[in-house]
């Protein structure tokens, strides 16, 4: 073979080369260069936690880190058919914290009750007492809970979380209420005093524990109707399941779906026209620029939020103190916290008759708060040292 044929043959022909490149196509098509991937960083040892401070709350349970939660029954009415004597009257106040209110009256409802009763903080030995007469007709109980918490500012901003996110939905016409007190503690009113069952808040000292701050939650219920629907007896406060009560009771909410709240608001409006289109499903995009548009749906739910979840001048009111002396709304203290509140309980009073609101809100845990009743905090657990 020549010299030439021989540089021929070690040369491949353009035809060739095609068909190799488009195999090693097939084979492996081409990729971006890889970017140098960060190693996973390693997760934190967390310490070793004790089984008792395994349900100990955190600050986004909503309600803070109460360093103790306790439950009593405040206060409870009951009505005699037989007067009580004055050494079994002083007997009853030596064993209520608070002083027992006596009315010699007739009952408007039995003319033969005779005497009306009304013990405050009783122990469990008053309750005891009382729960064996006879001829106790027991309409009236106080229910309360006190969150105790380390700080003024931790049960102020329990406060305004309560105030913002406690929902209760069976209330039949009833608004909510704001008291103001001199001494800057507001208490929130869910219903009107005339209603069977109603639950109230205020930031207060505790009077379970002396000379710390609580938050005091209280349902009174009132009514032997409303009493036995809610599983309430005197003899029952002896025994009473304060937690599955409260946890049956105390509820909190939160707007989950914004622009879904918004859309439905606009379908309604649709809906009133004398031709009213169909439901709307998808969000509706208004442009305002080339690179940016406004969501209407999203916008609507959050106006109706705010302006619906404001206080009127109708809801906020006076203490009976503040009234007689002649003080002015507006300089009492809180009155702009108040004033610039927003609540979901508002929101659900004044447009679930128009839009069922269940499906757009979710309700927020707070349940690890429970865990801790009756139990004092101890110092946080150390990691354990390595040996």
């Known amino acids: 073979m020549s010299q030439t044929a021989r540089k021929d043959a070690a040369v491949p022909k353009a035809c060739h080369i095609a068909a190799l490149e488009a195999t090693r196509a097939e084979d492996s098509p081409p990729t971006r260069r890889a970017r140098p991937q960060r190693r996973p960083s390693k997760p934190l ?49 030596s064993r209520c914290a608070g002083k027992p209110r006596i009315e010699n009256r007739k009952s408007r409802i ?44 931790e049960r102020d901003a329990a406060f305004r979380f309560h105030l913002a996110h406690a929902l209760r939905k069976d209330r039949r016409g009833q608004q909510m209420t704001i008291c103001l007190g001199q001494d800057g503690q507001s208490t929130a009113y869910d219903a009107k005093r005339s209603a069977k069952s109603r639950l109230l808040a205020y930031p207060c000292m505790s009077k379970m524990v002396p000379k710390q701050p609580a938050l005091h939650i209280e349902e009174r219920d009132q009514g032997p109707q409303m009493l036995k629907r809610k599983g309430i007896s005197l003899r029952d406060l002896l025994s009473f399941d304060h937690l599955r009560f409260w946890n049956d009771t105390l509820h909190y909410y939160r707007i989950r779906d914004v622009e879904g709240l918004g859309r439905a608001y606009l379908n309604y409006l649709e809906r009133q026209n004398p031709l009213p289109r169909k439901s709307r499903r998808k969000p509706l995009l208004k442009k305002i620029t080339d690179r940016i548009s406004m969501n209407i749906d999203k916008r609507t739910g959050h106006l109706l939020i705010r302006t619906l979840g404001y ?18 709304m507006e300089a009492m203290p809180g ?47 150390e990691p354990a040292a390595k040996t």
Not at 116 to 143: G, K
Not at 311 to 328: C, D, N, V, Y
Request: hydrophobic residues 40%; glycine residues 4%; contains cysteine.
């Open 45 to 93: 040892r967390q310490p070793d936690v004790p089984d008792h401070l395994l349900g100990y709350p955190i600050a986004s349970d909503g309600l803070g880190c109460p360093i103790q939660i306790i439950d009593f029954p405040d206060a409870f009415a009951i009505w005699l058919r037989s007067a009580m004597e004055a050494a079994d009257i002083e007997h009853l106040r």
């Open 110 to 153: 039995d003319p033969e009750l005779i005497q009306r009763i009304v013990p405050r903080q009783p122990s469990r030995e008053a309750i005891e007492w009382l729960a064996r007469r006879n001829d106790v007709h027991f309409n009236y109980a106080e229910l309360a809970r006190d969150l105790i918490y380390q700080s003024a500012a």
């Open 311 to 328: 206080f009127s001048a109708e809801q906020i009111k006076l203490g009976k103190k503040e009234r007689k002396a002649g003080m002015s």
């Open 335 to 381: 009155y702009e916290d108040i004033y610039a509140a927003i609540s979901i309980q508002n929101v659900y009073d004044r447009l679930n008759h128009l839009i069922p609101l269940d499906r757009f809100m979710e309700r927020i845990s707070v349940n690890a708060n429970s865990e801790i009743i009756r139990y004092m905090r101890a110092s946080d657990p």
